[in-house]
């Protein structure tokens, strides 16, 4: 029986799919008719999925993913990768070529039928491309109607390489609220052990630091910014080459640098 | 048309309208979330690879279900890869030795390349586990180890009990204050 005491306490529980099995029925019971406790449990719902992010981020083997986009035709109505691989002459011409090779190995009779139908099968194809095409507008339209409904994207400074690290590159996302940041650089040289890249978040001319960090073997890395205030409040951003543990103040060669 | 410029939710859109392109590169957004988890839950790498595929397979076949308003792509992806793990290490009855099911060793880590990946999701992403190691480090070890064993395990509360050999109603106050905490932090937070 339903009653109508809302079951805010068991909600936690039940987004982590813990609680015992009648507990369960009760609430999903419960959930059915009370929108206030759906409210609750997607909230719940979101915490949970978000508790995945906290593991180390593992690449799965590259195999992986094709025999993903392989798998798509074999069982499902939807066309898959094997069709997505065909080119337009595949899935277009040449089976209106083996149509009329069809009907060269055909009775006379049957070709007469086919021919006629050709006029009939030509007007049904030009019928269904410009559906397709029409489709495909309409199905770009709703992408950019809801790109348009997404909230402010988080801010994103880019850093460009100096004169001593010209190919470099790097990113700062600043979260929404102007208060976290992650610094991601790219193609920056190799140090030895006994220096460190160091983040200056600068604001009227004082440099701050902002983090010390090394990179990975792929002269990849990325590190979480910390900062005495929001990060939006800084008018630029750049990077030099420190001792190991950094620096008061910048003492070596600036590598990347940009402006929010 | 660059599919790495849409949206989670056009995405999946497109993928209800039978575009693996779109499957394609939500795999390379998530692919890695769904992977890792089923990894920690399984710890056997053949199995969480088997989890993965089916994870997006089944996002191909229902995707017109997916509702926005309801959860994230990612939420809703997460939650189909841990309910699967799970069913998969209950029907298995025992995990591989050896293997860590806690918190503990979640410490922050470079991000390495990811290839596929834009670099400004992989920052996002990285930001996002920072913040969620950075909350569930403030949680107390108790509420810490439940958790953990709700979460990885797919223990019921009694289950949970049993194996800390606490009262259940310790247990059950220790998941709510958990859950409660880091809802505080990082929902409302959004």
Known sequence: MVNNLHVSESIPAYALACLEA??????????????????????????????????????????????????????????????????????????????????????????????????????????????????????????????????????????????????????????????????????????????????????????????????????????????????????????????????????????????? | MNFKTVDDVALIRLIAQASPEALSELYDRYGRLVYSLALHILGEAETAEEVTQDVFFRVWEKAETYRAEQAKVSTWLSSIGRNRSIDLLRARGVRPEGHSLGWEELTPTAMPRHEGLDPEDGAMQAMQGERVRAAIASLPAEQRVALALAFFRGYSHSQIAEELDEPLGTVKTRIRMAMQKLRSLLVEEL
């Open chain 1, 22 to 260: 009648d507990e369960a029925k009760r609430v999903a019971e419960h959930l059915a008719t009370c929108e206030l406790c759906r409210a609750e449990l997607q909230s719940y719902q979101e915490v949970a999925g978000q508790m995945a992010y906290a593991l180390p981020q593992l690449e799965p083997p590259q195999a992986l993913k094709a025999a993903l986009l392989e798998r798509l035709p074999a069982v499902s109505g939807k066309p898959g990768a094997a069709d997505r691989r065909a080119t337009w002459w595949q899935r277009n011409v040449r089976p209106a070529v083996q149509l009329q090779a069809e009907q060269e190995r055909r009775p006379a009779g049957k070709r007469d039928r086919l021919l006629r139908l050709a006029p009939a099968w030509a007007l049904a194809s030009l019928v269904l491309i410009l559906f397709l095409g029409a489709s495909n507008v309409l199905l770009w339209q709703q992408v950019g109607d809801l790109r348009a409904s997404q909230p402010a994207p988080m801010k994103v400074v880019a850093l460009t390489g100096s004169q001593v690290a010209p190919t470099a590159s790097g990113l700062i996302v600043i979260s929404k609220d102007g208060r976290h940041g992650t610094l991601v650089v790219d193609e920056l040289p190799a140090l030895d052990e006994a220096r460190q890249y160091q983040l200056w978040l600068i604001q009227d001319g004082t440099r701050t630091s902002g983090a010390v960090f090394s990179l990975g073997p792929e002269g990849y890395g990325s590190v979480w910014v910390s900062s005495p205030q929001p990060l939006i409040n800084y008018s630029s951003f750049g990077i030099t080459i420190e001792p190991k543990g950094g620096s008061p103040g910048p003492t070596g060669d600036k590598v990347l640098g940009g402006d929010l």
